[in-house]
């Protein structure tokens, strides 16, 4: 059996030495996954980001998810890149509710050179509200990923999605390398990496042993991990998959934060379909990250009230940044489980 004691920071995981783990007793594998989380981690931690479409829809990828692809129809609205003052409004509205971290979003294949004179003024505003900074454009250049770490930018978020052998039956328009290559750039650019994937696409048990494995064998560990559960979109060609189970869902948390001891991992997409149980577990099993608000990109999250009443009766308390003073997390925590209704922090672009 896995040994939680010698958690340590690995890049030579097996594909049998994965499964192993996802086949554990569920009340072992979350005990081991509890154990590694608290030897690198504070316990009730959770680390909080806002998220902001900054351009949508029209995006020439073909990713089967997404409701942003040019590819289907979904019904919505295309937006061109939003005024460089309205995300620093949102900005600053996500930093008054507490949040440590602003990502900032836009349906590309790869930024164009046109735009990213808009985009670094963002970065830079964004940076000197004490923020810090996340952003994910679609593919970079190497030249791209050095004039965004030059302007601040924190984070890079750059998903693999899914395992290798799965990911072509999810996407057409680029490659798995195309995605590897991205986060060569980010990492050399110096900047964190934000990379993690999607599960309940209709992938295969060994298909999410892959993609973790994937992870954990990068050269670095992505400092922050993503795991999402799909969000169904009609007019997508995954709307009528098959739903994951939700244990299946909450091991993979576990096994994550095993793999990956040191990773914020981040309980991202479709906590709007789970109760207050099953992300109590995702958190038991290590998630100590979380989108904060009322909408994921186009995607709807928990409201930002609800998640905080959620914090109250779990003990959990938003992590904290060396400039953000402690006085300043509680008040936002405590206006927001006052408030009965509270402005959403996040706007659909425009």
Sequence with gaps: ??????????????????????????NDLLFQAQTVHRQHFTPNEVQISTL??????????????????GHYNTGLERERLIEVEKVLTQAAAAKSQGASRFCMGAAW???????????????????????????????????????????GLDYYNHNLDTSPEFYGEIITTRTYQDRLDTLIHVREAGMKVCCGGIVGMG???????????QLANLPEHPQSVPINMLVKVKGTPLE???????????????????????????LSAGRSRMNEQMQALCFFAGANSIFYGDKLLTTENPEANAD??????????????????????????ADALNEQANPPLYHAAG
């Design 240 to 266: 009528n998959v098959e739903d994951l189970d939700g244990f299946e869902f909450i091991r993979t948390i576990a096994v994550a934060r095993i793999m990956l001891p040191q990773s914020h991992v981040r």
């Design 1 to 26: 059996m896995y040994d939680a004691k010698q958690a340590a920071v690995r890049h030579n995981w097996t594909l049998e030495q994965v499964n192993s783990l996802f086949a554990l007793p569920f």
């Design 109 to 151: 294949s790869n930024p164009k050179q046109r735009d990213m004179p808009y985009i670094i003024e963002m970065v830079k505003g964004v940076k000197a509200m004490g923020l810090e900074t996340c952003m994910t454009l679609g593919m970079l250049e190497n030249s791209q990923a050095k004039e965004l770490a030059q302007a």
């Design 52 to 69: 902001l479409s900054i351009k949508t829809g029209a995006c020439a990828e073909d990713c089967k998810y997404c409701p942003q692809s």
């Design 308 to 333: 905080m009443q959620l914090f109250a009766k779990l003990g959990i308390t938003p992590e904290q940044r060396a400039d953000v003073s402690d006085e300043a997390h509680e008040l936002a925590l």
């Design 203 to 213: 992938e295969s048990a060994n298909d999410r042993s892959a993609l973790l494995m």
